[in-house]
């Protein structure tokens, strides 16, 4: 079983704006894992990468960087940040810049 649990949702900002909410949890009883983990790690099935993608969960920053070069394709990828939001942080759209912050609710699960 991987160390890194990876859970998609369809889901959208205050402002209405649709976008996928990739959630992250590590699912070791120490909360601990290594770069080797990545090894293997996938994206879930059916992502839309014509929508946005928002990264969110308590993980090492290399797992993030990880993640947004896995969402790369995806119309735009923002970092969840719990003090401002949604950060973008790579954009192939017109309708979102980068540095946009927008108000989300996180979705259950």
């Known amino acids: 079983m991987s160390a890194i649990k990876l859970e ?5 900002t205050q402002s ?10 590590i699912t070791n009883e120490n909360g601990i894992i290594t770069p080797a983990d990545l090894k ?3 994206l879930p099935a059916g ?3 014509s929508q946005g993608i928002v990264i969110e969960g308590k993980a090492p920053i290399w797992l993030y960087g990880y993640l947004v070069h896995e969402c790369h394709p995806a119309a735009w ?22 540095s946009q912050v927008f108000k989300v609710d996180l979705p259950g699960g």
Do not use: M
């Open 77 to 98: 990828v923002g970092c969840y940040d719990p003090r401002l939001g949604v950060v973008v942080v790579a954009t192939h759209t017109h309708e979102v810049s980068i």
């Open 8 to 12: 998609i949702f369809p889901h959208q």
């Open 47 to 49: 992502v839309d990468f």
């Open 16 to 25: 209405g704006l649709p976008y996928q909410h990739l959630r992250l949890e």
């Open 40 to 42: 293997g790690l996938k």
